[in-house]
């Protein structure tokens, strides 16, 4: 069975850094686009960055140039490199990957940036 598994999350101060990191456990994963989504109280659930097996990423346009996503393949992992972090960027970070025409999902990790 496909798991995720996110980490890295926690409290940062304004204008601060965190790398989020989420495991999967398939030896496939090289093959797979991967997401970052997050969710914030009160808000639906966005798009945060993108991976492509291939390697081409996508950012939406609140994060980028802040926001970094990247993959290990030989480590199944994909990383959220954050940046210059904002109190707007306080969410619950989601590892997704669409897997045989479904959805899996991380637990999510909490990232909390204080002022």
């Known amino acids: 069975q496909v798991q995720l598994v996110e980490s890295g999350g926690g409290l940062v101060q304004f204008g601060g850094s965190l790398r989020l990191s989420c495991a999967a456990s398939?030896?496939?994963?090289?093959?797979?686009?991967m997401n970052w989504y997050r969710q914030a109280p009160g808000k639906q659930r966005e798009l945060v960055a993108r991976?492509?097996?291939?390697?081409?990423?996508t950012t939406t346009a609140s994060v980028r140039g802040r926001f970094t996503i990247s993959r290990d393949n030989a480590k199944n992992t994909v990383y959220l490199q954050m940046n210059n972090l904002k109190p707007e960027d306080t969410a619950i970070y989601y590892c997704?990957?669409?897997?045989?025409?479904?959805?899996?999902w991380g637990q999510g990790t909490q990232v909390t940036v204080s002022t």
């Open positions: 991976i492509t097996d291939g390697g081409s990423t």
């Open positions: 997704n990957v669409n897997l045989l025409g479904r959805d899996v």
């Open positions: 398939a030896s496939i994963f090289s093959i797979y686009t």
